[in-house]
């Protein structure tokens, strides 16, 4: 009978670790070295937290700055071939903005693509 019960504790503990796990993982930081537009708001050179809720077509990401949201944009989550070692924005500069067109963070093997696909130079994402 207290095998039964540890068996049964454990299996709720892993669980739990398991929901943990996956929302923690909708988050990583993002480092911009340079004033950027995203979702036609422009955000300052710093750091932020990118959050994200929703899959494939329908990724809804928030910039936030401490606990206040500056941004939020609709992206499409695609796979990646291999995961990136540092977090990184790709930044389009081809209408003369510095717009944020793509999001990869370190050891996830998922981008987040925002807006149309060309991509004119990478801004150095790392922290």
Known sequence: MRLKSFVKTVAFGLTLLAAIGAFASNKGNLHVNEAVVVGGQTLPAGDYKVEWQGSGSNVELSF???????????????????????????INHSNGQAAVSEIRFAGKKT?????????????????
């Open 64 to 90: 936030m700055q401490g606990k206040k949201e500056i941004a939020k944009v609709t992206a499409k989550e695609e796979e990646l071939g291999q995961s990136p070692s540092y977090d990184q924005a790709v």
């Open 111 to 127: 981008a987040f693509t925002i807006g149309g696909s060309e991509h004119a130079s990478m801004g150095d994402a790392s922290k």
